[in-house]
């Protein structure tokens, strides 16, 4: 049967380790035809980047009314189980997701398709850019909200199909390879930084929803330092 799921993801920054998912879209092709759709915003309970506002048009209302990240990852894991995954540039969002569901303890080990790896050996002399954009101008797609994670997911779908169609004999290139990422051990936080972050939230009185129990080091740091910058310290 042929089958994948098409996804993309909106990120705080270029860093799985220290940036943060903001948005999952996705698309689930069956025998050519769609026959799901994923799409949710994320509380990443942090500021947005101005320059990813820009480029997104994600504004910080929207993420603060976001959902939790462990819920939308857990739905994620069941909305693409059994099925490899196609994406543009498909190891950047790749190793997001991976990182996040490793945080949760869940395995996550992918086959995957990338359209810019397969545009670059295929359209090498047809356009000079590969990004998602220029690839749906070429095939006279137009996204109808570029930047956005399910639009982009549903945009590298049409982008997909229209090469295999272009390039039939090519067989081999769209094929699924397995995704290697190994994300970094994370030492989980200690219990110092839990009291602590958790006086800073009291005292603050600030309504937060913190899955303690899987913070690491570094997330509890990030918490600690969003919330001293925001509201100050405890006097």
Not at 35 to 44: A, S
């Amino acid at each position: 049967m042929y089958e994948y799921v098409a996804f993309d993801l909106e990120t705080t920054g270029l860093s799985e380790e220290k940036d943060e998912i903001i948005e999952v879209g996705a698309v689930k092709i069956r025998n050519h035809k769609i026959v799901g759709k994923y799409n949710q915003v994320i509380n990443p309970h942090c500021a947005i980047p101005d320059q990813i506002i820009k480029l997104t048009g994600i504004q910080q209302e929207l993420v603060d009314c976001g959902r939790e990240k462990e819920d939308v990852i857990r739905e994620f894991y069941d909305f693409c189980d059994g099925y490899p995954l196609l994406g543009h540039n498909v190891m950047f969002d790749y190793r997001f997701m991976k990182k996040a569901m490793s945080q949760y303890g869940i395995p996550f080990e992918k086959n995957g398709m990338d359209t810019f790896q397969i545009a670059k050996k295929l359209l090498k002399n047809d356009i000079k850019s590969k990004s998602l954009g220029s690839l749906c101008s070429y095939y006279h797609y137009t996204n109808p909200s570029a930047h956005r994670a399910y639009h982009d997911a549903l945009a590298t779908v049409i982008v997909y199909e229209k090469m295999k169609q272009q390039f039939p004999d090519d067989v081999k290139i769209f094929e699924a390879k397995q995704l290697q990422y190994k994300p970094k051990k994370q030492s989980k936080a200690t219990e110092k930084q839990k009291q602590y972050l958790n006086h800073l939230i009291k005292y603050h009185k600030i309504e937060v929803n913190i899955a303690f129990d899987t913070l690491t080091k570094s997330d509890a740091s990030k918490y600690i330092d969003q919330i001293i910058l925001k509201h100050g310290r405890m006097n």
